[in-house]
């Protein structure tokens, strides 16, 4: 350090959400709207004493750094008190959806080597009851007190997400690195526009990576959150001109059945300064329609991964001069190559791979192989892309097999298993069809043993809804002959996708 030069002090997640507490201890901090349309609202205190109360719980249950803290709750106010809670234990927080079937949920948690989970109805596990805490902490602190500072635990890994991995069972991905942030300048809220004085609403349940850290990046640049139990289009708009957020952060799915909604051109969304869509391909209409109401400016898309091994951002009015693109890249470095790893010419479709500040990414999985890597840190996700001669990036298609649905990621193989455990199904393929809803949905194609003694579909269907979370489980399945295969016996996944597509236009 120079002379003259200041020390940037850094803080955990618990500290500057403590900091704002004690600022403005009664300001509602995180309001959630259920399935009913009734809301439940917490303040800074109740946030930092909810979180303190937790925090201890954890730490009596032996939780400290390294330790990965499953949050198996709906989304809603204690989703995000649990998270600040396990970050003051120095825990790393790992969301999972509340409805997982129990096989996937019980892989997941082996993969965690969980010491407590967080939950308020399972009954299998070590578990703390989060509800429970609440009202203890509420009657704590019932005379107004903010409680005096604890010892502060760096928590290293910074977050644990859960998703479908390539081998048909879930893998956990684990953003590395001790959780600290620069409370004055926090890097991420500032890229993503945040500002102290912002509401955002986040329709997305909490367990997908997007709304989860845009939550927690909101708290750490002073912001509040607007939540609800589950989406609803129409419920959305009431919320919006109800509580007139800043802040909108969304995914396609989203955006085109709220441009479904009869009362969308007349609804009043004139709060919303910014809209963020990310993780999935958006329609063009789709995105148009947003910008017509909101206007070019406050469009933002962003395309990243959990791996945070790269991302680009592209505003309406850029998108509408550069159409399909997914923006420029920021703070990012990009190479598009062939098969063979040779540096495609530009404007040519090749694997995308980035890399971030210059180094390799921040994560590792558990329960899968490592990202696909070249020399100097560059890592690949298996988008397909190409640039244009103005540096921006452009999606030619979201991984070969991956099925991006509503904004959720279905690794095939996950569908597969379940569907191949049934005794009459040789075989089975699952691919994702185009859906003007849902982006892709789920389809399966099913080889039988005896092709006159066929597996009964409803059977395939109950199958899957009791091993499969809801978005995971079919819309279609069709019964074949026999599954096309290449030359190494490998099922031509491409060739059953645009033949149906192709029968369907």
């Known amino acids: 350090m120079t002379a003259g030069q200041a020390t940037i002090a850094l803080k955990t997640v618990g500290e500057i959400v403590d900091r704002f507490a004690t600022l403005a201890p009664t300001e509602a901090v995180i309001t959630t709207i259920d399935r009913e349309g009734d809301e439940d609202a917490i303040s800074r205190q109740m946030l930092s004493a909810w979180s303190d109360g937790l925090a201890q719980a954890l730490v009596d249950a032996g939780v400290g750094v390294g330790d990965l803290v499953p949050i198996h709750l709906p989304t809603g106010n204690a989703f995000i008190a649990a998270a600040v809670g396990i970050f003051k234990a120095g825990g790393t927080p790992m969301p999972v959806s509340d409805r997982l079937p129990d096989a996937e949920l019980s892989h997941l948690l082996d993969l965690a080597d969980a010491k407590v989970v967080l939950s308020n109805t399972l009954t299998t596990v070590n578990r703390i009851d989060v509800d429970s805490l609440r009202n203890e902490s509420l009657a704590e602190n019932s005379q107004g007190a903010i409680a005096p500072p604890r010892q502060v635990h760096v928590s290293n890994p910074t977050k644990a997400l859960a998703s479908g991995g390539s081998t048909g069972k879930p893998k956990l991905i684990i953003t590395t690195g001790e959780a600290l942030f620069d409370p004055d300048n926090p890097i991420i809220p500032m890229l993503m526009r945040f500002e102290p004085s912002d509401l955002k609403y986040s329709p997305g349940p909490l367990y997908h990576n997007g709304p989860f850290w845009f939550s927690i990046n909101m708290l750490l640049r002073g912001g509040r959150l607007l939540l609800n139990e589950r989406f609803n289009a129409h419920q959305c708009l009431e919320n919006i001109e109800r509580y007139k957020p800043s802040v909108l952060n969304l995914v396609p799915t989203m955006m085109q059945r709220l441009l479904r909604e009869p009362r969308w051109h007349e609804a009043d969304l004139s709060s919303v300064r910014i809209a963020w869509h990310l993780a999935a391909p958006c329609p063009a209409w789709a995105k148009e329609g947003f910008i017509d109401k909101l206007g070019g400016a406050a469009v933002l898309e962003l395309w990243a991964a959990t791996e945070a091994n790269g991302l680009t951002i592209i505003d309406g009015d850029e998108w509408l001069t550069h159409r399909g693109s997914v923006g420029k ?65 452009y999606l030619a298609d979201r991984r070969t097999d991956l099925i991006i649905s509503g904004g959720a990621n279905i690794f095939p193989a996950e569908v597969e298993a ?88």
């Not at 994560?363 to 244009?388: H, I, K, P, Q, T």
């Not at 009791?466 to 069709?478: F, G």
Request: proline share 6%; hydrophobic share 35%; glycine share 10%.
């Open 329 to 393: 890249p920021v703070g990012t470095e990009v190479l598009i190559v062939d098969e063979n790893r040779n540096i495609m010419p530009q404007g040519e479709v090749g694997e995308i791979f980035t890399r971030m500040a210059g180094t390799a990414p921040p994560c590792e999985y558990r329960g899968a192989n490592s990202l696909d890597m070249l020399e100097g840190g560059f890592s690949s996700v298996g988008d397909l892309g190409w640039l244009d001669d103005e540096g921006y990036l």
């Open 418 to 505: 379940v569907i191949s455990q049934h005794p009459k199904v040789k075989d089975v393929a699952v691919v994702g069809l185009k859906d003007e809803d849902l982006g892709r949905r789920v389809h399966a194609i099913v080889e039988a043993f005896d092709a006159g003694d066929p597996p009964n579909l409803e059977a395939l269907f109950t199958l899957c809804a009791e091993q499969l979370v809801r978005y995971k489980v079919p819309r279609t399945i069709e019964l074949i002959d026999a599954l096309p295969r290449n030359d190494a016996g490998k099922i031509r996944r491409s060739q059953l996708r645009d033949e149906r597509e192709t029968e369907n236009t």
